[in-house]
C-alpha cells in the first residue's frame, strides 16, 4: 500500500482510506470492527469517521453511532491506536441533530472534539474536519444554482480566525494533531490557509470532497490549489455512491443498497447517468479490468490525491475493493477515460 504524505504535518497515510459512514446502518457493529481488522492487515492506516454518521438514513437516534462502534474497537484493541490515521469530522450549521444546527465556532469546537473523543475512547484525534463551512457550500449537488453573492465576507473572515484559534487551543492540549477540511471551495481553502499562517495556527493539512469520474469538479482551481500549497485531496464517494460499480444499470435497484435506502441517491441520480456509467464500464472491459478497481486506480493517477475514501457494508466487498492497490492503469486507458469523461461531463 503505498503512502502519502497528509499535508505539510509530517504524518503519512495510505492511498485507500477506510469511510465508515455505514457503521451503525447497513453495516453492523461486528461487521464493523472487521472491516477495521481486514483494512489494517491490508496496510490501510487511514479511517475517516463524523459525529454526524451513520448514514443511510441520518437520524437523530444514530448521531455519533459510527464513532461509538470505532471506539469499542478501540477499547477492544488496546495498543492498536497507534496503528492508524483517526479522522472526523465536526458538524456544519444547518445540521440539527447537532447543537440544533449551530455554527461551526470557537464556542462549538471543544464540544464537538470532547464529544468525539469520548465515543472514539482515545485520547487524540489525528485530523479533525470541518464537515461543511458555515457560508455554504457547492458540493452535495448545490454548484448548479451556486450563488455566493449573499456571503458576508468580514463575517465569514472573523469565523475563520476565531475558528482557527479555537483549534489552536485543541492542538495545545494535545487532543487534535491536524486540521482539515471538507466541501471546501479554492477561495475558502486559500483563506483557511493565509489565515493560519499569518496567526501561526493550524495549517489546513487536506481537503475533503467528492471525486470520482463522474464528479469531476476538483480538477481546476482546487486541483493548483492543492498542488501549490501542499493541502492534497481525501475524495469521498470515489465510487459514485456504488454508480461505477455498474449495479445500477438498466433500473436494478439490489436488496441494502444505497439506492433501496435512499432512492434520489442524494441528488445523483440523473437521466445521463447511466449512458456516462456505461462508457465507464465498457472501457474496463475492453482493457479486462474490474470497473471498481479501475475507479480506484484512476484516483491514483490525479496530482493531487491524498486518499480515495471507500465505503464497504460487507467484508467481502471490502476484500475486493482492497484488490485495486494491485491495478495500475496504462496511458491508453487514461486517455479513454479522459475521452468518456469530455463525452459526458458532470453527469449529476
Known amino acids: 500500500m503505498k503512502m502519502n504524505p497528509l499535508g505539510r504535518t509530517g504524518m503519512m497515510v495510505s492511498e485507500l482510506c477506510l469511510g465508515t459512514m455505514t457503521f451503525g446502518t447497513q453495516t453492523s457493529e461486528a461487521e464493523a470492527h472487521a472491516q477495521m481488522d481486514m483494512a489494517l492487515a491490508a496496510g ?10 451513520p ?7 444514530t448521531v455519533g453511532r459510527t464513532e461509538e462502534i470505532l471506539g469499542n474497537w478501540n477499547a477492544a484493541n488496546p495498543g492498536r491506536r497507534g496503528e492508524y490515521i483517526l479522522a472526523t469530522k465536526h458538524s456544519g450549521a ?12 470557537a ?3 471543544p464540544e464537538a472534539v470532547e464529544g468525539s473523543l469520548r465515543r ?3 485520547d487524540h484525534i489525528d485530523l479533525y474536519q470541518f464537515h461543511w463551512p458555515n ?3 457547492y458540493m452535495f449537488r448545490q454548484n448548479w444554482s451556486y450563488d455566493p453573492s449573499g456571503q458576508d465576507r468580514a463575517v465569514t473572515l472573523a469565523n475563520m480566525e476565531e475558528c482557527l484559534e479555537a483549534m489552536q487551543q485543541q492542538v495545545d492540549k494535545g487532543n487534535i494533531r491536524a486540521f482539515g477540511v471538507s466541501n471546501e471551495s479554492a477561495w475558502g481553502t486559500a483563506q483557511w490557509l493565509r489565515l493560519a499562517e499569518e496567526r501561526e495556527w493550524p495549517r489546513v493539512a487536506s481537503v475533503q470532497n467528492e471525486y470520482s469520474l463522474l464528479c469531476r469538479l476538483y480538477d481546476t482551481d482546487m486541483s493548483e490549489l492543492s498542488v501549490n500549497e501542499d493541502v492534497g485531496l481525501m475524495a469521498f464517494s470515489p465510487l459514485a455512491a456504488g ?5 445500477y444499470q438498466g433500473g436494478a435497484v439490489p436488496e441494502g443498497s444505497r439506492m433501496s435506502l435512499v432512492p434520489q441517491m442524494g441528488g ?3 437521466p445521463r447517468i447511466s449512458d456516462a456509467v456505461a462508457a465507464y464500464l465498457e472501457i474496463a472491459a475492453r482493457h479486462g479490468l474490474n470497473p471498481v478497481h479501475m475507479a480506484l486506480a484512476w484516483c491514483r493517477t490525479r496530482p493531487f490525491m491524498i486518499s480515495a475514501i471507500f465505503g464497504a457494508t460487507t467484508l467481502a466487498q471490502l476484500e475486493h475493493l482492497l484488490g485495486a492497490v494491485d491495478v495500475e492503469l496504462t496511458s491508453d486507458v487514461v486517455a479513454e477515460i479522459d475521452a468518456a469523461h469530455r463525452a459526458h461531463p458532470l453527469p449529476y
Open 94 to 105: 444547518g445540521f440539527m441533530y447537532a447543537r440544533n444546527g449551530a455554527p461551526i465556532s
Open 107 to 109: 464556542q462549538t469546537i
Open 268 to 270: 445523483r441520480k440523473s
Open 120 to 122: 472514539l475512547r482515545t
Open 55 to 61: 448514514v443511510n438514513p441520518i437520524s437523530q437516534e
Open 44 to 53: 490501510v492506516n487511514f479511517v475517516d469517521g463524523a459525529e454526524m454518521y
Open 243 to 247: 454508480y461505477l460499480t455498474g449495479k
Open 135 to 137: 457560508r455554504g457550500s
